[in-house]
Structures are given as C-alpha cells and as structure tokens.
C-alpha cells in the first residue's frame, strides 16, 4: 500500500507543553501519563508462557489453558495491528500517550521496564506474548484486602481510606512480588508455589485493563474528559506538573478520561450481584443467549449454579468469558478433574483479528516478534470460531406489527469495548408480493473513495444519515473549550481532526474546533486527546441503575434514552425500533448487523499517521492493507427475524440461528 502525504500536516509541536524535552531527555514517561498500581522495575522475573505450556498444554485442547489462550485477544494484545496503528497516533497527538497503551497490551514488558521508549521499541521478540500468564497470575486486589502487592506511594492503587478501595481500571495493577502463582483454588497440587486468590473469580479483576480511562485529557481538560452529569474531578490542571496532584493519583479511574468502560457498564448493572442459581428470577426474555450459556455450563459443576467448592457463583466477566468446563488444568497426575475448570478462552467479539494477523504474518508484517507457530495459528482459528459463537449470544430480536424489539443478553451494554470503528445496526431488505427487492434500509456494499489519488471500491454502509436506519455506537471528540486549551499548549491550528470518507481529503482542523462557539464540540478519532462523548445510543444492560452509571461515566448519551430514568430508577435493557415499509412492501428480512472495524476508521488510522516515527509508521499502511485483503472487516449478523406486513408477531427471531440475509455476510454459528 503506497504511502499518503495526505496527514503530513497535523505535527505537534507540543510548544510550552513541557513534554517534548522530558520525553527526549532519556524518555520520562510525562507524570501527565503515570497512574497507580505496580510501576516498571518493582517486580521482576515473569516466565514466558512457552515454559508455562509445559504443563498446561499439549494434553487437551478443548479445556487446556495454553491453546485456549493462544486463541484469545489477550495472546495477542502485543501483535494487534489497530492497537499499533492507534499508538502511531496516541504518540504523535501526545509524546509519551503510547505508555498507556503498553501497560496492558504487553504488561510484563512494561514493569520489566521495556515500555520507554513509549512507542515500543525497546520491546524483545519474547514480549510478542502479549498478556501473558504470570501477569493475570500475580496479579492481586488493588485494596490489600487478600494479599498486600507491590505498590508505594504515591502510586497507591487505592483510595487510601481505612478499609480502602481499589482503582479498578487504567491498568493499574498490582502484583504480588513472590514467586507463587495466583489462582482461585486452594486444592491445585501444582508443582510450583501457589496461592489461593478469590480475586480472580472475582469482575473487579477483569476491570483493571476493561475500564480504560485516559488521565492526559483527566488531569488537563476542562472537563476532566467525563460525561457533563459526573461528580467533580480533582485536578492539577499543570502540564508536566508533579504526579501527585494530577487526576489519576487523586479519583478513581472511572470518574475521569471516558475510552472504554466495559467493566463499569457491567458494575453498574444488577448483573453483578445476580447468583448464577438465581438465573430463573431472570425476566424470562433474559433467559436465553450468554445468561443461558453461562448458566448451563456452570451446572456443570453439581452444585446448582455455584462453583464446585460451594463458594457462590455470580454472573461475573469470569462466568460468561471463562467458561467453566469438566477437565484439569494441567497433565500431570494426582490433580483434580474439575466441574469448573475456567476455560482460558477469555473470548468477546473480535472474530476479525485473527485473519489480519495471519494475513501480515504471511507478508512478514507483525509489528514484533517472530513469525506465527503452527500452534498459534491453530489457536487463532479456534478463537475466531468462538468469537462467532459468542456474537450468536449477545442479543435476540422480535417483531410485532411494525416494531423491531432487541434484547440485549450481555452484562455489559450491546456493543461494548473499544468505541473506534465498532458498530452496530439494523439492515432491513424490503420485498414486494413477487419476491422483487424494493428498497433496502442499512445497506452495506461498495462506495467508490480516493485513495492515495486513485478510483477504489470499499464496502461501508452506503449511507450513515439514512432516518430509516439505526446505528448503535460510540462517538467522541473535543470540545471548542478544550481544543483552545490546547492551541494555548502549542498544538497547531491546522492539526487535521477529521478526513472526507470519500475523498480522504482533510475536513475540520483544531483552529476550527477552537473556533466555535462555547459549549460546542467536534467528532474525531483522536482518542487520546478527545475528551467528549457526543452520543451513546448502545443498548444497556439489565438494570443499568441511574445514579450508579452517572457516577461511573456511562450513561446513554443523551441520557433520556432507554427509558429515561430518574436516580433510583433503571434502565431498559432492550431497543425498539419502528420500520418505515414501502408502499409496496410485502415482506422484509430484518437482520442485527456487526463489525468490529469500520472503513472510516482504518481510513483514518492510514492517512492521521505522520510517518516521523520509523518504527510506527507504517502501522497504519499495513493495518489498511490487511484490511483490503480480508474481506474489509465483513461484518456479521447477531439475530435476524422476518416483517411479513406488519399483522402481528414475527413467526421467525432469533440469536444466533436466523435465516442468512441477501449478500456475503458471515453468519455466527448455532448454539
């Protein structure tokens, strides 16, 4: 793919910010970025999972931990090419950003000191392991409360009350500083030293990486980076100022610096404290899809829904992506065959990743590390088919008369994690009496853009302002009070936020942001310097209380959607949406669309990136190449169901196993 000058003027300078000479003088993380929890160089001696393997692998793939895992997103955080695309452009917007972006993607690199410089390049070909066993494994509760971990002050994960509690976020996390591995049993017979942890049962665990929170634009932003209802922030407001007063030593990290909020959106439901023997108190339209799947498989354990030790059993981000399975966790004899062995499996909705990596490891393309083992592409391809499975889980859609009714069947809203790119929508396919298509709403095909000056087809959906067509996701930016703030900070007037999706050709800059009138704002996908959710239409979860999601940053946005409740009250875990059918319609195919990457921002991603950086700069050329060569991210159907008039109930709805709509589409598989 041929390079573009196309993003050649969005240099910043970072005049006056004080970053520039600290992040060249020996690459000093900014205290701008720095968060709590365990910091580089205060534990060492995390083993590569090859020696792992040597137990926990090679003996059972369907429940071994190392093939399972070898198949997850979490294996390969270090390979992810959007994540390096995207540090490409965290690093340009904000030297030294990428440190955010490396405490969780290769977390044993970073406390072994591997993460400056903050751009990646003084990672080994071993840290292609990406989120590696020893990091989740010794890893322990931020607030002391089990085992006390390595952290100090000030970078105290914690809010150092009496009894404290734990930042849970940012990948701020804390380790334990022995030699004993961390795990939920006390029976394990392992041939190392162990140590019984609760915490790894426990959802607190998964959200030291799956709430992310930005503390550039926490600590700076005149906002603090939050949704317009939340709590105040404490601020030091000073550029390179010193660490103890910036925003991410002083809140917890959901309270500033909104990117992700996976876990908060799951907090703040009533899913986590919902016992999994208490599935049936579900409303019954719940009991069906992840809640279903989660529940039959910890039956498994014979103890109604708990896990086998008697310890009671929640509806944790443990119960739905670590499945409890019948099978051992290692091959060595004497260890217990268990009814609730985790499968390490830890797998969402990334059902394309897995071809990108294959395809630039065939071009010799990764970023780091050598090239795919036999192994790991076996694992991959296991992991995609279970990322199919799970999409076939997440939501189930009705029709009565004209109204289109989805469910969502997750702990978390529908869709959730990273907000860039991911999207979700409704395509309906309208048809007369004789079978002949007459209009269809949603559509996605070829759109015809210029790319590095030449005619090119891409596939998209045609049109992104269609009434008749309903988009769930996330959008962010700047604000006109912010994007001042930064010019003050020496950012240029002409930094390109936005490009034209068809003629790739710049749109808005940050002069015209700072502009506006006061109170306005910007869309980009500058994620390290947006500081504003502009719209949040995703589904919520079951029970998504009021005041616990505005103190979390994640209500809907605007917030009088899903039911538009009051503090005390929830949210609806369901959408409906009225269809508009044509005059001649007789019938439609109505399907829920997913992808897990869009056109518009790997667009992006190709033409923000400078080049300036060699060991980053064609991230975002490789990224749009394997793109093209993968069938463009295609996207996949979560549940169909049939409109035959508008006379009553569909005959037909489903989650996972509908009928394929009209074109290429991948569809998830059957339960």
């Known amino acids: 793919m041929g390079r573009t000058d196309r993003g050649r003027g969005i240099g910043v300078g970072l005049v006056g ?76 917007d904000f030297p030294g950003a990428g440190d955010l972006c490396l405490r969780c993607h290769v977390l044993d690199a970073w406390l072994e000191g591997r993460s400056v410089p903050t751009d990646g390049t003084a990672l080994l070909a071993s840290d292609v392991e990406g989120v590696g066993c020893d990091v989740c494994h010794k890893m322990v509760n931020p607030d002391d409360s089990e085992w006390p971990g390595t952290q100090f002050l000030p970078f105290y994960a914690h809010d150092e009350e009496n009894p404290p509690v734990g930042y849970y976020g940012g990948g701020q996390g804390v380790m334990w500083g022995g030699a004993d591995k961390l795990g939920p049993y006390i029976d394990a017979e392992a041939r190392h030293q162990f140590l019984q942890s609760n915490f790894h049962r426990s959802g607190d665990f998964c959200g030291t990486c799956h709430d992310v929170s930005n503390p550039v634009v926490g600590d700076l932003a005149h906002n603090a980076g939050a949704q317009d209802t939340a709590d105040p922030v404490i601020q030091s407001g000073i550029p390179g100022g010193p660490v103890e007063d910036k925003a991410a030593l002083n809140n917890f990290p959901y309270q500033y610096g909104i990117v992700e909020r996976t876990y908060s959106e799951y907090r703040a439901g009533a899913v986590d404290d919902l016992l999994v023997s208490d599935y049936f108190t579900l409303p019954e339209e719940l009991q069906d899809g992840a809640f279903q799947y989660a529940y039959e498989q910890a039956l498994l354990a014979g103890t109604g829904g708990n896990y086998e030790d008697q310890s009671p059993r929640y509806f944790t981000c443990q119960t739905c992506h670590l499945t409890p399975a019948v099978g051992k966790g290692c091959d060595k004899n004497g260890v217990p065959i268990r009814g609730d062995q985790p ?21 010799g393309k990764l970023q780091i590390g050598p090239a795919l083992t036999a192994a790991e592409l076996a694992g991959l391809a296991a992991g995609k088919s279970r990322a199919m499975a ?42 007369d009496s004789n079978g002949i298509e007459v209009r269809e709403d949603g559509d996605y095909d070829e759109i015809e853009v210029i790319l590095d000056g030449q005619p090119t087809l891409v596939k998209t959906i045609v049109d992104l302002d269609d009434p008749n067509t309903k988009i769930y996701q996330v959008h962010q930016g700047m ?17 390109v936020l936005t490009y034209d999706r068809l003629t790739g050709e710049p749109t808005y800059t940050l002069g015209e942001v700072a502009a ?15 500081n504003y959710v502009s719209e949040d239409n ?49 019938r439609a195919e109505v399907s829920l669309m997913y992808q897990s990457t869009s056109w518009e921002y790997v667009q992006f991603l190709y033409l923000a990136n400078q080049g300036n950086n060699a060991f980053l700069a064609e991230t975002g050329a490789n990224l ?35 009928r394929l709509s009209p074109g290429s589409f991948q569809k998830v598989p059957p339960k």
């Open 479 to 495: 604000t006109q009070e912010w994007a001042q703030q930064l010019i003050d900070l020496g950012y240029p007037t002409d930094m």
């Open 516 to 530: 506006q009138d006061p109170g306005t704002y910007h869309e980009t996908f500058h994620f390290v310097l947006n």
């Open 17 to 92: 910010i004080g970053l520039a000479s600290g992040v060249a003088l020996g690459f000093q993380v900014p205290t701008d970025v720095q968060m709590p929890g365990t910091q580089p160089g205060e534990v060492s001696g995390f083993e590569q999972a090859t020696k792992c393997d040597n137990c926990h692998g090679g003996y059972d793939a369907a429940v071994e931990p190392a093939h399972l895992w070898r198949g997850s997103m979490m294996s390969q955080a270090s390979r992810d090419p959007i994540y390096w695309a995207t540090v490409a452009i965290a690093e340009q």
């Open 538 to 586: 995703r589904i919520p979860p079951y029970g998504l209380e009021y005041e616990a999601a505005r103190q979390r940053n994640v209500l809907p946005v605007p917030n009088d959607q899903y039911g538009a409740p009051v503090p005390g009250e929830m949210y609806d875990y369901w959408d409906t949406f009225e269809l508009s059918p044509p005059s001649r319609a007789a």
């Open 343 to 363: 499968l390490h499996d830890m797998t969402g909705g990334n059902y394309w990743i897995p071809d990108v990596l294959e395809y630039l490891d065939t071009q």
């Open 624 to 658: 749009l190449e394997a793109w093209f060569m993968t069938d463009m991210a295609e996207p996949v159907v979560l549940a169909e169901a049939v409109w035959t008039g508008g006379g009553g109930p569909s005959l037909e709805q489903s989650g996972s196993a509908g």
């Open 390 to 431: 799970t999409l076939g889980r997440a939501a189930s859609m009705t029709i009565d008369g004209d109204m289109v009714r989805i469910v969502n069947l997750t702990g978390h809203k529908l869709i959730s994690g990273y907000p860039e790119g991911r999207r979700m929508w409704l395509k309906v396919d309208w048809y």
